[in-house]
């Protein structure tokens, strides 16, 4: 158990419609990444958070959106949902927003998907 | 361009060999970490080894030790006396100074009894 809860772990739902997908870090973690694993575009990292803040973005599209609370949990909003948003969605945390620290702990995922 | 490349899409080894995974990275950046993940079939993605563009030793974990060899790029993950449970996807990683991470397509190893 890494200790990051990602809810929901599975998720089935209509073309067009919005989803939200919900992450908590690690107990004392600020940074909190998100992913995008599917078939065809492998892991792919979205943004990241920091205390709140976003650190990082990467292949993020416009049609989702992230933010984390002052609680730290992070949640990751998909809306005008597609069929290829079909993919694993997962969370990491770390405890440090540093570049170069060494590991982000994952949750186990939340599986989406858009029918 | 491909960050991080992982040639070898499935790879077999003998229970109780060792097995090697290649991986090899691209930047311009001085500063980076590269990173081990093992996903098992049932989709958790598990820290495996770390290893800091400074770094003078190579990084190993227990069964897990990594091949740095920062002038040909790469970072070959060796998993020693291999066990049925090592069997799963295996990602490298990467992450510079941007602050993202970037990962290979995976490794499918599987280990035979």
């Known amino acids: 158990d890494s200790g990051v809860t990602q809810t929901p772990k599975h998720l089935i739902t209509a073309t067009g419609q919005r989803v939200t997908l919900r992450c908590s870090p690690r107990?004392?973690?600020?940074?909190v990444y998100w992913y995008q694993q599917s078939l065809d575009q492998g892991l792919q990292f979205l943004i990241q958070?920091?205390?709140?803040?976003?650190?990082a973005k990467g292949n993020i599209l416009e049609r989702f959106s992230a933010q984390q609370f002052p609680d730290l949990h992070s949640e990751l909003n998909l809306s005008s949902l597609e069929l290829g948003d079909s993919a694993l969605y997962f969370c990491a945390s770390s405890s440090s927003g540093a570049p170069l620290l060494p590991e982000a702990f994952f949750g186990q995922g939340t599986r989406l998907t858009v029918v | 361009a491909q960050k991080i490349t992982q040639t070898q899409p499935g790879m077999f080894v003998q229970e109780k060999e060792a097995v090697t995974l290649d991986c090899t990275y691209d930047?311009?950046?001085?500063?980076?970490?590269l990173f081990w993940y093992k996903q098992p079939s049932s989709g958790e993605m598990i820290f495996l080894i770390y290893?800091?563009?400074?770094?003078?030793q190579n990084a190993t974990e227990g069964r897990y030790s990594l091949n740095f060899q920062k002038a040909r790029k790469s970072a070959n993950l060796v998993i020693s006396a291999s066990q049925l449970g090592d069997s799963a996807m295996y990602f490298c990683a990467m992450k510079d100074t941007g602050n993202q991470f970037y990962f290979g397509t995976g490794t499918s190893l599987t280990v035979i009894p």
């Open positions: 930047t311009s950046d001085p500063s980076y970490g």
């Open positions: 107990s004392g973690d600020l940074s």
């Open positions: 290893q800091g563009s400074y770094d003078q």
């Open positions: 958070y920091y205390n709140g803040e976003e650190r």
